[in-house]
């Protein structure tokens, strides 16, 4: 019976919203209009799906998590039997339009579409997730020995700062649930908040922007190129130790001659080749 009650009290709750106080996700929500709303925004790493070296891109799995506080979906618990939350699609209120500015995905927001979490505070509480393309610059110059520094770059579109005042939840990323990467290290994930001035526009905007600093894993590279390579380089060097009448000269000359070494360093420029 408990649970009958609890389903029509919340039910009777979201009629009212949105037919009596006929609620507008359309318009910023505060009290008064030359007050920024505060919005909260941090990120929760889940995997790094792909590094594309070739098209310089990075392939992440992400949520995304916002805070902000919409005082017309605030109510009084003690009116709706001690409803505390509901939970409300993200397009019937107002949610901040936040975008990874470096974006290299066709489909720009292509987030898959989950529910606001609304408490009777009128506190809002949204986690989308979703595959994050964005652009980064990739430097094979030590390949495989090389780090990259991606950044992902997230702000308001239309927002500047007197509108939304945009702060990090962390001054790092969260990677208490990421599953780690079968070919990079992930080393540090810092966030930075950046308000800039565009030349498009009289206002500053803010953003935040996380570096994801990754390290290439060298231990299947070295087992299958770097080793083999230079062992064979070594048996060359070998063959002038050898007498010059030794039986085993011969052989071993045939073994470390120059087709197995341009073999390895054929592979490895191979390699390299397809990244760029």
């Known amino acids: 019976m408990g649970q009958i009650l609890g389903g029509h009290h919340e039910e009777r709750l979201i009629r009212d919203i949105f037919e009596k106080r006929r609620y507008s996700g359309l318009a910023r929500p505060v009290e008064n209009e030359s007050d920024p709303l505060e919005v909260e925004f941090g990120l929760s790493l889940q995997q790094i799906v792909d590094v594309d070296e070739k098209n310089e891109m990075l392939h992440t799995n992400m949520w995304l998590k916002y ?3 919409d005082y017309n979906l605030s109510w009084n618990k ?6 505390e939350s509901i939970r409300l699609p ?6 901040p339009d936040i975008l990874l500015y470096n974006t290299a995905d066709e489909d720009i927001d292509s987030k898959y579409p ?4 609304v408490y009777s505070s009128g506190a809002c509480n949204w986690i989308p997730l979703g595959i994050y393309i964005s652009s980064c610059a990739i430097d094979i110059k030590w390949f495989p020995f090389d780090d990259q520094y991606c950044k992902m770059k997230f702000g308001s579109w239309t927002y500047d700062g007197s509108k939304i005042n945009l702060t990090s939840k962390s001054d790092t990323i ?6 780690k990467s079968g070919e990079w290290i992930l080393l540090g994930v810092p966030a930075k908040r950046n308000i800039i001035k565009y030349e498009c526009c009289p206002e500053e905007y803010i953003d935040i922007t ?6 290439r894993r060298t231990l299947y590279y070295g087992f299958n190129l770097i080793i083999p390579c230079a062992l064979i380089s070594s048996l060359t060097l070998l063959t002038f130790l050898l007498p010059p009448d030794a039986g085993e000269k011969i052989s071993l000359e045939l073994l470390a001659s120059p087709f197995p070494v341009m073999r390895c360093l054929g592979y490895f420029f191979l390699i390299v080749e397809r990244m760029k």
């Open 90 to 95: 993200s397009n019937k209120i107002w949610t």
């Open 114 to 117: 989950v529910n606001v979490v």
């Open 78 to 83: 003690s009116d709706y039997g001690g409803v």
């Open 67 to 69: 805070d902000w506080k």
């Open 210 to 215: 996380f570096t994801i600093h990754i390290r």
């Open 174 to 179: 969260d990677i208490e649930t990421y599953q």
